[in-house]
């Protein structure tokens, strides 16, 4: 089994950041991490992973050059430091573990999720 346990949401004002953080524990070894959001009324959509191999990461187009998803493995934590933040990435965000070999895009590729945090960007 594994367990995920994000932290790091918040209300913060349009242009600011927010650095969300996701705590792993379990059985890990097989799986690769990612982030979705969703947002009231609509579906959860990806934002952020690394690639199988660790060594890249992939982003959905309306974060890039914004987001940035990264890791600590001896904390075994994986972070979405996010920037420049606009009202539209008001969401939950939900950390999830895919195990190898699944595409990274589909929800429903992920075995494993946290909780969710609210991330809260006003204009």
């Known amino acids: 089994q594994v367990q995920l346990v994000e932290s790091g949401g918040g209300l913060v004002q349009a242009g600011g950041s927010l650095r969300l953080s996701c705590a792993a524990s379990?059985?890990?070894?097989?799986?690769?991490m990612g982030w979705f959001r969703q947002a009231p009324g609509k579906e959860r959509e990806f934002v952020a992973a690394f690639s199988w191999s660790g060594s890249s990461t992939y982003y959905t187009d309306s974060v890039k050059g914004r987001f940035t998803i990264s890791r600590d493995n001896g904390k075994n934590t994986v972070y979405l430091w996010m920037n420049s933040l606009k009202p539209e990435d008001t969401a939950v965000y939900y950390c999830?573990?895919?195990?190898?070999?699944?595409?990274?895009?589909?929800?429903?590729?992920?075995?494993?999720w946290g909780q969710g945090t609210q991330v809260t960007v006003s204009s």
């Open positions: 379990g059985r890990t070894s097989n799986y690769v």
């Open positions: 999830a573990m895919r195990p190898f070999g699944r595409t990274m895009y589909e929800s429903s590729s992920y075995d494993y």
